[in-house]
Nanobody, 121 residues
Framework: QVQLVESGGGLVQPGGSLRLSCAAS????????MGWFRQAPGNERELVAT???????NYADSVKGRFTISRDNAKNTVYLQMNSLKPEDTVVYYC???????????????WGQGTQVTVSS
């Protein structure tokens, strides 16, 4: 099994910055894509940003130019640098990865427990 542990959420004023981190651990043979999703109460989970093993990135239109995703493959860790934060960015952020737990196993999706980001003055 692959476990994802997020850190870095919290309270920030509008216009401020936060950096989220997520480390994958456990039984890991290989990790493909990693990324971040977010979900507001009553809404579906939505893509924020993803990054492949070779560094190709994909962003939601709502965060382009403000958020930057990166990863450290040696540490099995993905980061989300969030700048120019807005009140509408206030939701729970979930770390994601698509990984193989062992040789011969198929890839599957794994999720972190979520970290709250609150943007408020």
């Amino acid at each position: 099994q692959v476990q994802l542990v997020e850190s870095g959420g919290g309270l920030v004023q509008p216009g401020g910055s936060l950096r989220l981190s997520c480390a994958a651990s456990g039984s890991i043979f290989s990790i493909n894509a990693m990324g971040w999703f977010r979900q507001a109460p009553g809404n579906e989970r939505e893509l924020v940003a993803t990054i492949t093993t070779d560094g190709s990135t994909n962003y939601a239109d709502s965060v382009k130019g403000r958020f930057t995703i990166s990863r450290d493959n040696a540490k099995n860790t993905v980061y989300l640098q969030m700048n120019s934060l807005k009140p509408e960015d206030t939701v729970v952020y979930y770390c994601y990865c698509n990984a193989r737990a062992r040789l011969g196993s198929g890839p599957r999706d794994y999720w972190g427990q979520g970290t709250q980001v609150t943007v408020s003055s």
